[in-house]
């Protein structure tokens, strides 16, 4: 037996859980996997307070990833006492996820845990941080570099946000931060945040083009600060887009794009193919500094998710929450 958070609903309230289950309660898979750490993201939150419309079926266990050891395999790919990520693929949403000691899926989700990584600071990354490293390389990518000018990261002060900061500070990018909360700008700063915007004056109308500000940004909102960011971006620039936590609408117009060669690129941590998700996890395990880690990291139990899912929803959490399945 070992232990679970089981979301289940009854006439439309979800209700979450903590239980001892046995092995035969999880879903069919090819590996089996002792989960050590998990992480509350945005979209964990909304699935355990039922704010959102994340849960394909009930019962589940929701987590929408883990990091732990195999503990058996019919794959070839893995053999027990391998170390493994999951990012992805639906767990936690449609096939049971990271929220329990234990989790048996298919092979051709997991990722080796890269050299440099453990569980934990894997999940102190978790599919925030992982989602900031697609964001980065999709700025590479564009032609975004260093001396290209300013980078804006809104969001800053969330999982994807604070990542996304520590990420391009060490690339040597210049960050301004957006966020809607003065407290966090300590934080921000040791992140690597070398200037800061209110998130109310992102979020005041732009006509179709302002004045020239940003090589590159990255953005977690959507909605009307990314109409300004695109009004914004410097000839050439490049956004990375992202959870649009605030509105998957966007109003501006075509004149970015064709007058100042904007491109806007979006990046998907859910359907991003496996070689990818390999290239994205060594560059983080080669990147992040060891300080990194007990900066944007801080562990809580499986049986304080609920109250932590309320107030990651309600924007209340700076850096990453990791949920340790073994306290």
Same mark, same amino acid.
């Given at each position: 037996?070992?232990?679970?958070?089981?979301?289940?609903?009854?006439?439309?309230?979800?209700?979450?859980?903590?239980?001892?289950?046995?092995?035969?309660?999880?879903?069919?898979?090819?590996?089996?996997?002792?989960?050590?750490?998990?992480?509350?993201?945005?979209?964990?939150?909304?699935?355990?307070?039922?704010?959102?419309?994340?849960?394909?079926?009930?019962?589940?266990?929701?987590?929408?990833?883990?990091?732990?050891?195999?503990?058996?395999?019919?794959?070839?790919?893995?053999?027990?006492?391998?170390? $493994?990520?999951?990012? *992805?693929?639906?767990?936690?949403? !449609?096939?049971?996820?990271?929220? %329990?000691?234990?989790?048996? #899926?298919? /092979?051709?989700?997991?990722?080796?845990?890269?050299?440099?990584?453990?569980?934990?600071?894997?999940?102190?990354?978790?599919?925030?941080?992982?989602?900031?490293?697609?964001?980065?390389?999709?700025?590479?990518?564009?032609?975004?570099?260093?001396?290209?000018?300013?980078?804006?990261?809104?969001?800053?002060?969330?999982?994807?946000?604070?990542?996304?900061?520590?990420?391009?500070?060490?690339?040597?990018?210049?960050?301004?931060?957006?966020?809607?909360?003065?407290?966090?700008?300590?934080?921000?700063?040791?992140?690597?945040?070398?200037?800061?915007?209110?998130?109310?004056?992102?979020?005041?109308?732009?006509?179709?083009?302002?004045?020239?500000?940003?090589?590159?940004? $990255?953005?977690?909102? *959507?909605?009307?600060?990314?109409? !300004?960011?695109?009004?914004?971006? %410097?000839?050439?620039?490049? #956004?990375? /887009?992202?959870?649009?936590?605030?509105?998957?609408?966007?109003?501006?117009?075509?004149?970015?794009?064709?007058?100042?060669?904007?491109?806007?690129?979006?990046?998907?941590?859910?359907?991003?193919?496996?070689?990818?998700?390999?290239?994205?996890?060594?560059?983080?395990?080669?990147?992040?500094?060891?300080?990194?880690?007990?900066?944007?990291?801080?562990?809580?139990?499986?049986?304080?998710?609920?109250?932590?899912?309320?107030?990651?929803?309600?924007?209340?959490?700076?850096?990453?929450?990791?949920?340790?399945?073994?306290?």
């Amino acid at each position: 037996m070992f232990k679970a958070l089981i979301l289940t609903q009854i006439e439309g309230k979800t209700t979450a859980e903590v239980r001892q289950i046995g092995i035969d309660s999880l879903p069919p898979g090819e590996v089996l996997v002792d989960v050590a750490y998990s992480s509350v993201n945005y979209k964990d939150g909304l699935a355990v307070t039922g704010t959102g419309k994340i849960i394909r079926s009930f019962p589940m266990v929701p987590g929408v990833d883990f990091a732990g050891t195999v503990v058996e395999s019919a794959s070839d790919r893995f053999k027990p006492g391998d170390e $493994v990520i999951l990012t *992805g693929w639906g767990v936690g949403e !449609r096939h049971w996820g990271g929220y %329990a000691q234990k989790a048996r #899926v298919q /092979a051709d989700w997991l990722t080796p845990m890269p050299k440099g990584l453990d569980a934990r600071k894997a999940m102190i990354i978790g599919t925030a941080g992982f989602t900031a490293m697609l964001c980065v390389m999709t700025l590479e990518e564009a032609g975004v570099k260093p001396d290209s000018g300013d980078v804006l990261v809104t969001g800053a002060a969330g999982g994807v946000g604070s990542v996304s900061v520590l990420l391009l500070s060490q690339l040597g990018y210049p960050v301004t931060a957006v966020t809607g909360r003065p407290e966090t700008q300590e934080f921000l700063t040791e992140l690597g945040a070398k200037d800061f915007i209110d998130r109310a004056v992102m979020q005041e109308p732009a006509r179709p083009l302002e004045t020239q500000r940003w090589a590159g940004a $990255v953005d977690v909102v *959507g909605g009307d600060i990314l109409a !300004r960011i695109l009004a914004e971006m %410097a000839y050439g620039g490049a #956004v990375a /887009a992202c959870g649009l936590a605030n509105s998957h609408e966007l109003h501006t117009t075509v004149m970015p794009f064709i007058l100042r060669n904007v491109s806007l690129r979006g990046v998907d941590s859910v359907s991003c193919p496996q070689q990818r998700r390999i290239q994205a996890w060594e560059r983080l395990a080669e990147l992040l500094p060891e300080s990194a880690y007990a900066n944007i990291g801080c562990a809580v139990a499986l049986e304080e998710v609920p109250q932590i899912a309320w107030e990651i929803i309600g924007g209340k959490i700076q850096g990453r929450m990791l949920v340790d399945l073994n306290l």
